[in-house]
């Protein structure tokens, strides 16, 4: 079982979110950079379907400035094989397609059994790159994943719906899977992952389409501002005056 987990280095949730001179990114040195919260649980559920099964490869495959690979080496200490890195500039944005379609290029030659990547990332929170990768690579999708199994070439997933339900598909191989946080108790990296993981390999892949990223104008804070309005008169008045502030002022259509 060749498995790919698709992981993502995002700003940990104390770090300060400071906005730089430029007003179009953040004051990095301030950051503490961490791995995206579901993607640990993507992790581990890849590193459990090779335990359970006694053979397979997990393959980390991260896509990011070079600082990302302290989390990719991190990844390998948890328990992951080697890793894929497609590096980019660090002021750089890209949208899903884009990501999705630098990810296809990079591991089509690896013809991975599954590829599993979190729900969805705590910066931008977009939750389509995994479902779009799976497209791209001709594979069975299913998202928001609280559980797996494995059974004679085929994966059966549980999913999470709303209002407490859930449901069981079952899929054909290969197939991109998006878990959910929480659906498993990640690992923690052991002393000898950590200094297994110095000599695991991370096979770089340059990505200098630039004309492909997205621009960012301004970046800001938004400014909250109180503005108390009291209205007189009668209740006709009252009412116009209140469909005319919520229409024209306030932009309520």
């Known amino acids: 079982m060749k498995i790919a987990v698709l992981i993502k280095q995002v700003p940990g949730s104390e770090s300060p979110l400071n906005i730089d ?30 335990d359970n099964n006694g053979d397979g490869e997990v393959v980390i495959v991260s896509m990011g400035p070079q600082r990302a690979q302290k989390v990719i080496r991190e990844a390998l200490a948890k328990g992951a094989h080697r890793a894929i890195h497609i590096i980019t500039g660090s002021d750089e944005f890209a949208d899903p397609l884009i990501t999705a379609s630098a990810l296809a290029n990079a591991v089509k030659e690896e013809k991975f059994d599954l590829v599993f990547s979190g729900l969805q990332s705590d910066d ?52 991109s899977i998006s878990v959910q946080s929480g659906c498993n108790t990640p690992r923690y990296p052991s002393l000898k992952g950590i200094m297994g993981a110095k000599k695991k390999e991370i096979t770089e892949v340059e990505f200098n389409d630039g004309d492909a990223f997205q621009a960012v104008k301004k970046l800001y804070a938004p400014n909250n501002s109180k503005e108390t309005m009291m209205i007189e008169g009668s209740t006709d008045q009252i009412v116009e005056s209140l469909v005319n502030i919520l229409k024209n002022e306030i932009k309520i259509a």
């Open 21 to 50: 001179s430029s007003e179009k990114g953040l004051e990095e040195g301030q950051i503490a950079y961490v791995i995206n919260e579901s993607d640990n649980y993507a992790i581990e559920e890849a590193l459990q379907i090779c």
């Open 124 to 175: 931008l929170g977009f939750g389509q790159t995994g479902v779009i990768l799976g497209e791209m690579l001709e594979m069975s999708t299913a998202t928001l994943a609280m559980s797996t199994e494995i059974n004679d070439g085929k994966i059966r997933v549980k999913r999470e719906l709303e209002s407490g339900y859930f449901q069981w598909v079952t899929m054909t191989l290969p197939a």
